[in-house]
């Protein structure tokens, strides 16, 4: 059964597989960095400094009774909340990610298409009169004779 593991986890698929995992968790990093840092401040300051992370609707208050200076304090008081800002900046980072993504694929497919050789000529063609396969650069059939 050990046998039967170790082959399974060594196959190529599964260690693939695991390098994309890794590689694909350090990449959602930077795309929420991206997110968080680089694109909704903009966004933020262009709607009177708003903090997108910071909107949540107050579904039932804590202790203290509102109101709440922001999301930490109403958290430190226990009160639920909906947390619809932050639920936003996740829909931008799968965004920026699926974007991410969809221009490494369309890049690794150029790049194979370019890799692939052309196909090649073919080397026989039928007799327009028997059907019968011929060579390609033969004038007349071998089992009708007729002129090609």
Do not use: H
């Amino acid at each position: 059964m050990l046998k039967e593991f170790r082959e399974f986890a060594v196959r190529g698929n599964v260690v693939d597989m695991a390098v994309g995992i890794i590689i694909g968790t350090a990449f959602c990093a930077i795309a929420n960095s991206l997110v968080n840092d680089i694109l909704m401040p903009p966004i933020g300051l262009l709607l009177a400094g708003t903090d997108f992370s910071g909107f949540y609707l107050l579904l039932k208050p804590g202790q203290p009774p509102p109101p709440y200076e922001s999301l930490a304090a109403a958290r430190e008081a226990g009160a639920v909340t909906l947390n619809y800002g932050a639920f936003g900046n996740a829909v931008l980072s799968f965004l920026v990610v699926a974007w991410a993504a969809f221009f490494l694929v369309r890049g690794a497919n150029r790049l194979r298409r370019q890799q692939e050789p052309p196909p090649a000529a073919p080397a026989s063609k039928t007799c327009a009169y028997c059907q019968t396969s011929i060579p390609i650069a033969a004038s007349r059939c071998p089992n009708c004779t007729s002129q090609l």
